[in-house]
Nanobody, 122 residues
């Protein structure tokens, strides 16, 4: 059973940094971070293939966020720098077990964490 568990959310001022973590048991083919702000649809933030380490980012976070994974610890990370108020959202970790194209679409992922709140004040 693959059950992602997120941690590391919190409240910081604009321009600050946070690092999110997600631990997952079992094999996964690719993993990603999504976020959902109040009143908005859930959107993909970043994705990583666990084997190759290939990454994909939403335009809104390119150059500010970095997704990475420590396979030995079964842990996914999202380093978030230069945070903006518009980054405020619930952040979710997602995982896929089967080998297929993993883009930043919710339908590509079958396992989801409960989310961790990130709040950025101006």
């Amino acid at each position: 059973q693959v059950q992602p568990v997120e941690s590391g959310g919190g409240s910081v001022q604009a321009g600050g940094s946070l690092r999110l973590s997600c631990t997952v048991s079992g094999y996964t083919y690719c993993m990603a971070w999504f976020r959902q702000a109040p009143g908005k649809e859930r959107e993909g933030v970043a994705r990583i293939y666990n084997g190759s380490g290939s990454t994909l980012y939403a335009d809104s976070v390119k150059g500010r966020f970095t997704i990475s994974r420590d396979n030995a610890k079964n842990t996914l990370y999202l380093q978030m720098n230069s945070l903006k108020p518009e980054d405020t959202a619930m952040y979710y970790c997602a995982a896929r077990r089967s080998s297929a194209v993993c883009a930043l679409f919710q339908r590509d992922f079958g396992y989801w964490g409960q989310g961790t709140q990130v709040t950025i004040s101006s």
